[in-house]
């Protein structure tokens, strides 16, 4: 054994000792003598480049020879330098301050050596997350984005199943799905979670941002342009190219604590909730002289928030008081709904049933007449009687409780001075608990059995996220070339506890296995480039990607999906008979709250795979030193649906020294997820307080089939956009501001609800009867390219910096976006809904709020960040504009709900509209010794909340259209509870900024 280790320690030197040269040193600033963390260390006409770390320092791997290196940051004029490699050269560069010129060079949506960014032919945002996780009081990718890059949309969600666990995240008002994410420039996999519930992007497979631990990354490089042509399906919207760190000899901790301290916390009763702990470790080994291998680790716990109020509801009856006293006295309740005398005698220890209930009750000679005389609700006196409150009812809106532990690696170690191995990826589990809607002990629901009280059923999720990348890159001749591959894979399984199978009965277990989703993509790369001396300077590259994708459904434990009939059998067939309650209400089956997968579910996903072949070509063409031209070409080959090509072409021109315009013109597509066409499950969804037992049937279903819907295939987009970057050296000034449009065509989304054929049926519609019976279902969605969008917007950004006396700097950057989408010509409805009027539930009024209004269409974030000595001090204020509830209730109080006439038919189109909030975050760090900062500050620093709900309101509402086209209103008016019994204090549906209020958080960042 001492002999292994010796000549394994042996062979490690002898490697490392051939390994490649560099250069190393640090880059601050020449008046302070600052670090600059987030500089960029390039080689000019190279693929080479490096960014500083917290401290300011980098380390670049080159061969031995002479190199000019150029240094780079925002508001700091950029530097070059000429350096001769022999060993490990030390070089240390001061920038002096230019204007605030946002002056990183970028890798994203070029494959030359790089650009300065406001020299690119399309805008790029380059954020430094490195130094945002050690100054803002955000600590996650998904939360970093929502309040830096104006055009980024995530807010977490609340009682929306699996979609409470990972946030949906957009771009440009388009769909998660519509948003490529790169790491380290490689396509990264995407959720194996469908966004099936009432939230935006419903009916998306988006990326998991969060599964990428924010302490890993030195920075963010968000394209805001169709980039299809040149990366591939889903790039429509633009790129979102996460970029680890790769330093090195030092350890970086982070320890981080806070917690709601809000007037809303604990359902209004102050205090504290949502307490939120994080510990980050990050280190950085160098291998030989110029490799290197950086490891980060992440461990976080964060408890939930509860946003709601006592409940208004209905939640006993006189028998839940009758059967409660059974079981205080030690009786049987599984068998009291059929026994006559139990009744009666229970009903004798309800103290407060009056004389005329205990006669009544005494008299009855049927469980018929027990049932219309004990449907009485007697709560308030009930509750009295138990000791409760309403507000032990109330359910847990707000964030869900989170554990998570996350491992990342990023490594490049150069084998000789034309190649190099890179390998980088991470392995992360996350464990969430989530609660549903509160089942009342009246409900049919509840089974008062096992919960006399009626219970919060809880989802507990367990996600897998893995991802690997390895690969060699360098020269071959005249020619860079990078060959990699890339595997990633998401697992999300569902725990449901604290709940019931009703038709189990007294049977049932409180805890189900409710089964998984599990997604893999590999995707292997080649990658050539080279550079000819055509007119200014011209870039070739070209390549070839070949993608394998998989999808699967994971049944769950038979007593998480089945409904059993009274004989404790399996229901298959019309003629069994399922278990009810009392008042003869059938039970419904499944684990309350999230019923599981079903084998036919994972049966139809054992094919679920894809395979795609792709070339493309894409040239950087300087005509003049002043004119770049880009353009771009992909062929792409899908096993599932045919092929595509795209194209793209790009532009800028210096008009001065200091001002740019540019422009870009691109088609693009969006292969249909994998998810999108297999997934297929049961699900408990609440419309308006009412539940729902609703399948998701895929889109291959014979369900489908006989409603027309055909099958998925590729959405296409048509993308232009122009603009310009001006720089005022006078008043240290940076603007940037690119006006979009984007047309897709057969976009994808998620249908409103078809319901169940009732009564006695034939043919086509008995088959329908059946299937949705075979899925315990009364409703169903499908998947369908159903319209055409058109979307459009501006996005601006200035950035500014000042020098003070006594060394203090004031970095100021205001940045908006403006943006519309809507739908164009008419919904893609099959012939067989056109002709049953069912065009509206295809794409309803409520899919068009999602879509188009459930997020800001406006938004605009102002950062200021004073530097003074060894103090730094962060202020940010975010506008999020005004959002559309896509549910329906008299708003204006004219005690009607408003409603248009679409394809014929009476559509509710009076929403609630949230208004327009700004958000101010602020913190103070201060560097006590220099492997030592203290940050504490406070996110929604004035405990801001949305608009509230409208609670229960009385109107009419539309039942209908006349002869003559025009609405028919009801004659009497019914009542509209957005807020759910007083639960949903804010809406679910939608938030700009979420429900949490104030976050106050300390944090300890330690150097060694």
Same mark, same amino acid.
């Given at each position: 054994?001492?002999?292994?280790?010796?000549?394994?320690?042996?062979?490690?030197?002898?490697?490392?000792?051939?390994?490649?040269?560099?250069?190393?040193?640090?880059?601050?600033?020449?008046?302070?003598?600052?670090?600059?963390?987030?500089?960029?260390?390039?080689?000019?006409?190279?693929?080479?480049?490096?960014?500083?770390?917290?401290?300011?320092?980098?380390?670049?791997?080159?061969?031995?020879?002479?190199?000019?290196?150029?240094?780079?940051?925002?508001?700091?004029?950029?530097?070059?330098?000429?350096?001769?490699?022999?060993?490990?050269?030390?070089?240390?560069?001061?920038? @002096?301050?230019?204007?605030?010129?946002? #002056?990183? =060079?970028? /890798?994203? *949506? $070029?494959?030359?050596? +790089?650009? &300065?960014? !406001?020299?690119?032919?399309?805008?790029?945002?380059?954020?430094?997350?490195?130094?945002?996780?050690?100054?803002?009081?955000?600590?996650?990718?998904?939360?970093?984005?929502?309040?830096?890059?104006?055009?980024?949309?995530?807010?977490?969600?609340?009682?929306?199943?699996?979609?409470?666990?990972?946030?949906?995240?957009?771009?440009?008002?388009?769909?998660?799905?519509?948003?490529?994410?790169?790491?380290? @420039?490689?396509?990264?996999?995407?959720? #194996?979670? =469908?966004? /099936?519930? *009432? $939230?935006?992007?419903? +009916?998306? &497979?988006? !990326?998991?941002?969060?599964?990428?631990?924010?302490?890993?990354?030195?920075?963010?490089?968000?394209?805001?342009?169709?980039?299809?042509?040149?990366?591939?399906?889903?790039?429509?919207?633009?790129?979102?190219?996460?970029?680890?760190?790769?330093?090195?000899?030092?350890?970086?901790?982070?320890?981080?604590?806070?917690?709601?301290?809000?007037?809303?916390?604990?359902?209004?009763?102050?205090?504290?909730?949502?307490?939120?702990?994080?510990?980050?470790?990050?280190?950085? /080994?160098?291998?030989?002289?110029?490799?290197?291998?950086?490891? !980060?680790?992440?461990?976080?716990?964060?408890?939930?928030?509860?946003?709601?109020?006592?409940?208004?509801?209905?939640?006993?009856?006189?028998?839940?008081?009758?059967?409660?006293?059974?079981?205080?006295?030690?009786?049987?309740?599984?068998?009291?709904?059929?026994?006559?005398?139990?009744?009666?005698?229970?009903?004798?220890?309800?103290?407060?049933?009056?004389?005329?209930?205990?006669?009544?009750?005494?008299?009855?000679?049927?469980?018929?007449?027990?049932?219309?005389?004990?449907?009485?609700?007697?709560?308030?006196?009930?509750?009295?009687?138990?000791?409760?409150?309403?507000?032990?009812?109330?359910?847990?809106?707000?964030?869900?409780?989170?554990?998570?532990?996350?491992?990342?690696?990023?490594?490049?170690?150069?084998?000789?001075?034309?190649?190099?191995?890179?390998?980088?990826?991470?392995?992360?589990?996350?464990?969430?608990?989530?609660?549903?809607?509160?089942?009342?002990?009246?409900?049919?629901?509840?089974?008062?059995?096992?919960?006399?009280?009626?219970?919060?059923?809880?989802?507990?999720?367990?996600?897998?996220?893995?991802?690997?990348?390895?690969?060699?890159?360098?020269?071959?001749?005249?020619?860079?070339?990078?060959?990699?591959?890339?595997?990633?894979?998401?697992?999300?399984?569902?725990?449901?506890?604290?709940?019931?199978?009703?038709?189990?009965?007294?049977?049932?277990?409180?805890?189900?296995?409710?089964?998984?989703?599990?997604?893999?993509?590999?995707?292997?790369?080649?990658?050539?480039?080279?550079?000819?001396?055509?007119?200014?300077?011209?870039?070739?590259?070209?390549?070839?990607?070949?993608?394998?994708?998989?999808?699967?459904?994971?049944?769950?434990?038979?007593?998480?999906?089945?409904?059993?009939?009274?004989?404790?059998?399996?229901?298959?067939?019309?003629?069994?008979?399922?278990?009810?309650?009392?008042?003869?209400?059938?039970?419904?089956?499944?684990?309350?709250?999230?019923?599981?997968?079903?084998?036919?579910?994972?049966?139809?996903?054992?094919?679920?795979?894809?395979?795609?072949?792709?070339?493309?070509?894409?040239?950087?063409?300087?005509?003049?030193?002043?004119?770049?031209?880009?353009?771009?070409?992909?062929?792409?080959?899908?096993?599932?649906?045919?092929?595509?090509?795209?194209?793209?072409?790009?532009?800028?021109?210096?008009?001065?020294?200091?001002?740019?315009?540019?422009?870009?013109?691109?088609?693009?597509?969006?292969?249909?997820?994998?998810?999108?066409?297999?997934?297929?499950?049961?699900?408990?969804?609440?419309?308006?307080?009412?539940?729902?037992?609703?399948?998701?049937?895929?889109?291959?279903?014979?369900?489908?089939?006989?409603?027309?819907?055909?099958?998925?295939?590729?959405?296409?987009?048509?993308?232009?956009?122009?603009?310009?970057?001006?720089?005022?050296?006078?008043?240290?000034?940076?603007?940037?501001?690119?006006?979009?449009?984007?047309?897709?065509?057969?976009?994808?989304?998620?249908?409103?609800?078809?319901?169940?054929?009732?009564?006695?049926?034939?043919?086509?519609?008995?088959?329908?009867?059946?299937?949705?019976?075979?899925?315990?279902?009364?409703?169903?969605?499908?998947?369908?390219?159903?319209?055409?969008?058109?979307?459009?917007?501006?996005?601006?950004?200035?950035?500014?910096?000042?020098?003070?006396?006594?060394?203090?700097?004031?970095?100021?950057?205001?940045?908006?976006?403006?943006?519309?989408?809507?739908?164009?010509?008419?919904?893609?409805?099959?012939?067989?809904?056109?002709?049953?009027?069912?065009?509206?539930?295809?794409?309803?009024?409520?899919?068009?709020?999602?879509?188009?209004?459930?997020?800001?269409?406006?938004?605009?974030?102002?950062?200021?960040?004073?530097?003074?000595?060894?103090?730094?001090?962060?202020?940010?204020?975010?506008?999020?504009?005004?959002?559309?509830?896509?549910?329906?209730?008299?708003?204006?109080?004219?005690?009607?709900?408003?409603?248009?006439?679409?394809?014929?038919?009476?559509?509710?189109?009076?929403?609630?509209?949230?208004?327009?909030?700004?958000?101010?975050?602020?913190?103070?760090?201060?560097?006590?010794?220099?492997?030592?900062?203290?940050?504490?500050?406070?996110?929604?620093?004035?405990?801001?909340?949305?608009?509230?709900?409208?609670?229960?309101?009385?109107?009419?509402?539309?039942?209908?259209?006349?002869?003559?086209?025009?609405?028919?209103?009801?004659?009497?008016?019914?009542?509209?509870?957005?807020?759910?019994?007083?639960?949903?204090?804010?809406?679910?549906?939608?938030?700009?900024?979420?429900?949490?209020?104030?976050?106050?958080?300390?944090?300890?960042?330690?150097?060694?």
């Amino acid at each position: 054994m001492n002999r292994f280790a010796v000549s394994v320690a042996i062979w490690m030197v002898t490697f490392t000792a051939v390994l490649a040269q560099g250069i190393r040193g640090k880059i601050t600033d020449a008046i302070t003598k600052a670090a600059i963390p987030g500089a960029t260390v390039a080689v000019v006409n190279g693929n080479n480049g490096a960014t500083t770390d917290g401290n300011g320092e980098y380390t670049l791997k080159l061969n031995p020879g002479s190199y000019t290196i150029r240094v780079s940051f925002v508001g700091y004029a950029t530097q070059t330098v000429t350096v001769n490699v022999k060993e490990t050269e030390t070089v240390n560069v001061a920038l @002096s301050e230019s204007t605030a010129a946002l #002056s990183e =060079v970028i /890798v994203t *949506g $070029t494959r030359s050596a +790089g650009r &300065v960014k !406001t020299e690119s032919p399309v805008p790029v945002d380059v954020i430094s997350v490195q130094q945002l996780t050690t100054q803002a009081p955000q600590n996650n990718l998904n939360q970093i984005l929502n309040v830096v890059a104006p055009s980024f949309t995530s807010n977490t969600t609340t009682v929306a199943d699996g979609t409470d666990h990972i946030d949906p995240a957009q771009l440009r008002g388009l769909g998660p799905d519509q948003v490529l994410v790169l790491l380290n @420039s490689k396509r990264r996999h995407t959720s #194996s979670l =469908v966004n /099936v519930n *009432g $939230t935006p992007g419903r +009916g998306s &497979v988006g !990326t998991d941002l969060n599964a990428i631990p924010a302490f890993a990354i030195d920075r963010i490089e968000v394209l805001r342009d169709g980039a299809a042509a040149q990366y591939g399906s889903d790039a429509i919207a633009g790129i979102i190219n996460v970029k680890m760190k790769e330093s090195t000899g030092k350890l970086a901790l982070s320890v981080y604590g806070g917690g709601n301290f809000s007037q809303g916390s604990n359902n209004f009763k102050g205090g504290v909730d949502g307490g939120n702990v994080q510990v980050d470790a990050n280190y950085g /080994v160098r291998i030989g002289k110029a490799g290197f291998i950086n490891f !980060t680790g992440s461990a976080q716990m964060r408890n939930y928030t509860s946003r709601a109020m006592p409940t208004t509801a209905s939640l006993f009856n006189r028998y839940n008081a009758i059967e409660y006293r059974v079981l205080q006295a030690g009786g049987n309740v599984n068998t009291l709904p059929t026994n006559i005398a139990g009744i009666k005698q229970g009903a004798l220890g309800v103290t407060y049933f009056d004389q005329a209930t205990q006669a009544s009750i005494a008299g009855a000679n049927s469980i018929a007449d027990l049932r219309t005389i004990l449907a009485t609700d007697v709560t308030d006196n009930e509750l009295a009687a138990r000791g409760l409150t309403r507000g032990d009812f109330s359910m847990r809106v707000g964030q869900s409780n989170l554990r998570s532990l996350q491992f990342f690696v990023n490594s490049a170690i150069p084998i000789n001075e034309n190649h190099e191995f890179y390998a980088f990826g991470g392995y992360g589990q996350r464990k969430g608990d989530a609660a549903g809607f509160y089942r009342n002990p009246n409900q049919e629901r509840t089974y008062t059995g096992i919960f006399i009280n009626g219970f919060l059923p809880e989802i507990h999720s367990t996600i897998k996220d893995g991802s690997f990348a390895a690969g060699f890159r360098g020269k071959l001749g005249s020619f860079n070339y990078d060959l990699s591959n890339t595997y990633g894979s998401n697992i999300f399984d569902y725990g449901v506890e604290n709940t019931v199978n009703a038709t189990m009965l007294d049977k049932s277990p409180t805890v189900f296995k409710a089964g998984g989703l599990h997604f893999t993509q590999n995707t292997i790369n080649l990658d050539l480039s080279r550079k000819f001396d055509a007119l200014a300077g011209f870039n070739l590259a070209f390549g070839a990607e070949g993608r394998f994708e998989t999808y699967r459904i994971r049944a769950g434990d038979e007593n998480s999906w089945a409904r059993y009939d009274v004989n404790g059998a399996v229901i298959t067939t019309s003629t069994q008979t399922a278990p009810s309650d009392f008042f003869g209400r059938a039970r419904p089956g499944g684990s309350q709250v999230f019923p599981g997968f079903r084998p036919e579910n994972q049966r139809e996903t054992q094919n679920a795979n894809r395979q795609s072949m792709a070339l493309y070509a894409d040239g950087e063409l300087d005509v003049t030193n002043r004119w770049l031209v880009e353009g771009a070409i992909r062929f792409e080959n899908y096993s599932d649906f045919g092929s595509t090509t795209n194209f793209k072409l790009a532009t800028r021109y210096k008009l001065t020294d200091n001002i740019n315009i540019r422009g870009a013109a691109s088609t693009g597509f969006r292969a249909p997820s994998l998810a999108q066409i297999y997934f297929n499950s049961t699900s408990t969804q609440f419309v308006g307080g009412v539940p729902f037992e609703v399948g998701t049937f895929n889109n291959a279903s014979r369900a489908a089939e006989l409603l027309g819907i055909p099958k998925l295939k590729q959405e296409e987009s048509r993308s232009l956009s122009a603009g310009f970057t001006a720089k005022v050296p006078g008043a240290n000034l940076t603007i940037t501001a690119d006006g979009y449009f984007i047309k897709i065509k057969d976009r994808v989304v998620l249908t409103d609800q078809f319901s169940r054929p009732s009564g006695t049926v034939t043919g086509s519609a008995l088959v329908l009867q059946q299937l949705f019976d075979q899925a315990n279902a009364t409703a169903a969605t499908f998947f369908a390219n159903a319209i055409d969008t058109e979307s459009k917007g501006i996005d601006i950004v200035l950035s500014h910096k000042a020098t003070f006396g006594g060394g203090a700097v004031l970095r100021s950057d205001l940045a908006g976006t403006v943006s519309q989408t809507k739908q164009v010509g008419d919904i893609k409805a099959s012939k067989i809904l056109a002709d049953n009027g069912q065009i509206n539930r295809y794409y309803s009024e409520m899919s068009r709020v999602y879509l188009q209004e459930a997020v800001p269409r406006v938004k605009f974030n102002l950062s200021n960040t004073l530097t003074l000595n060894k103090f730094d001090f962060f202020l940010r204020n975010v506008y999020f504009g005004k959002v559309t509830d896509p549910n329906t209730v008299d708003v204006n109080g004219d005690g009607m709900i408003g409603a248009i006439v679409v394809n014929g038919q009476v559509v509710e189109n009076e929403h609630p509209v949230w208004g327009a909030r700004v958000i101010t975050d602020l913190s103070v760090g201060y560097q006590v010794i220099p492997a030592l900062k203290v940050v504490v500050g406070a996110n929604n620093l004035f405990d801001i909340y949305p608009d509230k709900n409208f609670g229960p309101v009385s109107a009419k509402r539309p039942t209908g259209v006349d002869a003559s086209g025009n609405v028919v209103y009801s004659a009497t008016p019914s009542t509209v509870d957005l807020s759910n019994a007083n639960q949903f204090i804010y809406s679910r549906n939608t938030s700009q900024f979420g429900m949490n209020g104030r976050f106050l958080f300390a944090r300890l960042n330690f150097t060694f």
